[in-house]
């Protein structure tokens, strides 16, 4: 009986080892699972976001430059400027002309508007009265007045020769017949995202054809080019580190990088950019790019070393992660990217593997506390055996005894069979005792807390904060999850996780209208009440375009009600079957007879400073789309605009 015993201990010894070493081996196939499924999610989060604010923002670049890029041929047919042209030596047509392109500039929007000879020379400036005016300076060096001479329209982003101020520049030929005048100039400033740009974990680069950055979040990080990734001997040519730095550079974990990679401007480029005077004297050195690397999904990350050129020594530690995402704008002659950081992919690992090896864990426990169970009643079942056998053969050994006491010896047995079912039952009830207080254990936290997530979402509810609400309410899925999965470990549930033929949603017009006049709003204390259930309208159109006409149609009730110290802008929503118009309303004076009459017509406009084209795109542009856009007064007063579209299905997914 002790051999059997021994047998059956280490029998089981055996089979708790091996089931300690699955369930380790089972621990870390999962965390591998875990922390690539995180990976790949969080990467794929980020992407969406970084896309999100790059076509945000390229959207209100591209509004920016289409707002300005017929504007010199605009001033290239007005008498005014032709006269100086003709007539380069009077005094009065330059006052003319220079009076002229300040109004323009002033009524615009634009950065500067100057006029210059078929000699380079500047004739007329919109800031002729400022302290360093553009007239008088020779501009023949620069590519757009010798694109526009050549016949054509000019684009070129540089850094102000005069103003030493960065812009975007327009140009267009002055025509007399088939003979070439002077060319007319816009300069537009692009700069404003620099200062508006809230968003800590990404940066938005502008960047020229040859990759030199001209507009960037970060100030250090301006006039540095963006190309291929350096080798480690161009990276510390341009910058002067010590051996020590050298050594510690080397010691990170980055894959050498190999082919060939060229992150320098050749000579021969930078010659040709220093004689552009395009940059001025910037010394044009690449971004410290240690590493790059490409994902399964073909995103691009990169490490580089986030300090200033002039900054001493290198601290491998400063090495930022990147996610870079891009497009090119090949009309603008620019490249638009955002670097978004990688910081946030970390405590999206870290959360992943806490919660995942959790649960694992507790299954884990679960399984071992399973078979200890197992193990033990075994044990016991193979000693009551033990036991009966050996009473067998002792009642065999003295039957002759205990005839006499038979009677005594049936009670005792009964009385035995009695103590084992007490026995039996008082196992049972300790079993179920210890089972009862790991249920409890397991449960008590996660109720605790979704007390505590149900009493603080309350709390939130009652402030008007949904989002944090819907956070907490998250939270006690989550738990409640965790709570099914103790109780009934059984089985689990996997998840996987511009044209007139688009669709657009009402909710993201709307998102993007806000993005752009939000800061106009703010400067007015002006309030814009929506409607609600835009989420669930879609029309037919482009969303640029239809982003477009609204913007327009706020500024013009913004400019109506300019006086008012708090201006309410009402936009209502109503569908009629195919149809869906949208209202907008301002609490202004109104408009005349005569302006609803003639309100669409190019180059009318009752503001002193206007020039009566932004209601006349906008109506094109609704026309384009088969849709119309209407115009009157309401009858408490002020103006209303009335747009009206064709609705889209909705797909199945959508609706649901």
Known sequence: MKRTYAALSAAGTGRRNLLILLLLLGMALLAFVLFSTARMQAIEQIREQADANLNRYILSLQHQLDRHKDLPRLLASQQQLIALLQDPDNPQKTDQANRYLAWVNDTMGATDSYLIGSDGITLAASNWDQPRPFTGNDYSFRPYFQQAMEGGPGRYFALGNTSRVRGYFFSYPVRQGEHILGVTVVKVDLEDVEEDWSDPLQDILVMDEDGVIFISTRTHWRFRTLGHLPEYSHVLASRHYGNHELRSLRSLPFRQPTGALAGLLTEDDVARIKTSQRYGNAPLLPLDIVRRDTTEQGDLLLTLIDQPPQAEG???????????????????????????????????????????????????????????????????????????????????QRTHELTATNLRLQQEMEQHHQTQNQLIQTAKLAVLGQLSAGINHEL????????????????????????????????????????????????????????????????????????????????????????????????????????????????????????????????????????????????????????????????????PAGLGLGLSISHRIVQSLEGTLDAHNHPHGGAIFTLTLVRAREHKQESQ
């Open 314 to 396: 290198l601290d491998p530690l400063q090495a930022g992660h990147y996610l870079l995402t891009s497009r090119l704008l090949p009309e603008a002659g620019m490249r638009v990217a955002v670097l978004a950081s990688l910081r946030p992919l970390e405590a999206s690992i870290f959360r992943t593997l806490a919660v995942g090896l959790t649960f694992y864990l507790v299954l884990a426990a679960l399984a071992l506390f399973l078979a200890a169970r197992h193990r033990l009643k075994k044990r016991y079942e193979a000693e009551l055996q033990q036991a009966h056998e050996a009473l067998e053969q002792r009642v065999k």
């Open 444 to 607: 008590s936290q996660p109720l605790t807390a979704i007390r505590h997530y149900a009493d603080n979402g309350r709390k939130l509810l009652t402030r008007g904060r949904a989002e944090a609400v819907a956070t907490n309410l998250e939270e006690i899925a989550g738990l409640a999850g965790r709570m099914t999965s103790i109780l009934q470990p059984l089985k689990e549930f996997a998840r996987q996780n511009a044209d007139l033929g688009q669709r657009v949603n009402l909710q993201h017009l709307r998102q993007g209208v806000m993005v752009i006049m939000g800061s106009q709003l703010e400067q007015q204390h002006a309030h814009i009440d929506w409607p609600r259930d835009l989420d669930k309208v879609w029309v037919r159109g482009d969303i640029g375009r239809l982003e477009q006409v609204l913007v327009n149609l706020i500024s013009n009730a913004l400019q109506a009600m300019a006086e008012r110290e708090a201006p309410l802008i009402e936009v209502d929503l109503g569908t009629d079957g195919e149809q869906v118009r949208l209202t907008v309303r301002d609490h202004g004076p109104g408009l005349t007879e005569d302006t609803l009459a003639h309100v669409f017509e190019p180059f009318y406009t009752t503001k």
